[in-house]
């Protein structure tokens, strides 16, 4: 066997060297692409000492998914196979592109009778979707998640929404308001654009169906909603639904530009964003009926 000399064994070990620190700076672009870079908007749920991260991007799609399945009463066990679908298959991005033609969310396909490239590329129109398919499957709240998320999406990899069901747990219990208080984002420095209460009010009715009946005090650019628990799942109470909807709220702050957000005492403000939820000495938040708040940048 040819012996290699020193020299060349040198020459493959920093080749070696340089290919281990190519894969890496591969690996850390892709995670601040993920995540974002240090300083960068985030948000987080919080449960039982657990956290999980994710862009605001994520989170606005992520809270979609959550509003239209507790506006159809689905239990928190169908929003959290649903969010680890969309980990899996799009990262929580509503993409426009993928395997043959696969787009969205879910990775849904037009030729696949999922609807039309439009459509699949609307998150409530996919989220809507998904949910769909997965209460025709028998039983699906008992089975292990990656079969039921399997039993929809008909993936050539079926194991690997598992990897995701803890991460998808513990933000379905924040974004359905199972944790109170559980979700927070640090958005974006403001563009010194207003918000439009009319669209917070457009996109919360959109999402979470009509029996939220949201109201726009004129001029304030202020969004009140009067909490009931949803027809849809009374057994949830009031507290749930509102945590549900100022959870949104939070999730969708950078994107509507909203200011603040309280509900039950508690106040979340964009200004102060990195203190997360704090109990507030406003009247008007703790106020004994069950109203949510919602303020956007004016």
Not at 97 to 104: A, E, K, P, T
Not at 162 to 183: N, V
Request: glycine share 10%.
């Amino acid at each position: 066997m040819p012996r290699i000399s020193t020299a060349r064994r040198g020459r493959l070990l920093r080749t070696v060297a340089a290919c281990a620190v190519l894969l890496a700076l591969i690996g850390y672009g892709i995670a601040q692409l993920v995540t974002g870079g240090p300083g960068a908007p985030r948000c987080t749920a919080r449960a039982q000492g657990q956290s999980y991260a994710l862009s605001p991007e994520q989170a606005v799609n992520a809270a979609t998914i959550s509003a239209v399945g507790t506006s159809r009463g689905l239990p928190e066990r169908a929003v959290t196979i649903a969010l680890a679908t969309a980990m899996q298959e799009s990262g929580l991005r509503n993409i426009h592109h993928g395997d043959r033609d696969s787009l969205g969310l879910f990775q849904q396909r037009p030729t696949q009778g999922w609807g039309s490239a439009s459509q699949i590329t609307d998150p409530v129109y996919a989220a809507g979707k998904f949910y769909d398919h997965l209460v025709q499957v028998p039983g699906y709240s008992r089975l292990p998640l990656t079969v039921a998320a399997q039993r929809v999406q008909r993936s050539g990899f079926p194991q690997a929404y598992a990897k995701h069901e803890p991460d998808a747990s513990l933000l379905a219990s924040a974004l359905t308001g199972r944790q109170t208080a559980a979700f927070s984002c640090t958005p974006s420095p403001g563009d010194g654009k207003a918000g439009d209460a009319s669209a917070v009010s457009a996109k919360l009715e959109r999402e979470f169906g009509p029996s939220v009946q949201p109201v726009m005090s004129s001029g304030k650019g202020t969004v009140t909603v009067p909490v009931q628990p949803s027809p849809q799942a009374p057994e949830d109470g009031t507290e749930r639904r509102g945590w549900a909807l100022a959870s949104w709220a939070v999730a969708h702050a950078a994107e509507l530009r909203i200011a603040r957000v309280s509900f039950e005492g508690r106040v979340w403000t964009a200004e102060d964003a990195k203190d997360g939820w704090r109990k507030s000495k406003d009247k008007k938040d703790n106020d004994p009926s069950p109203t949510l708040h919602i303020a956007t940048v004016q």
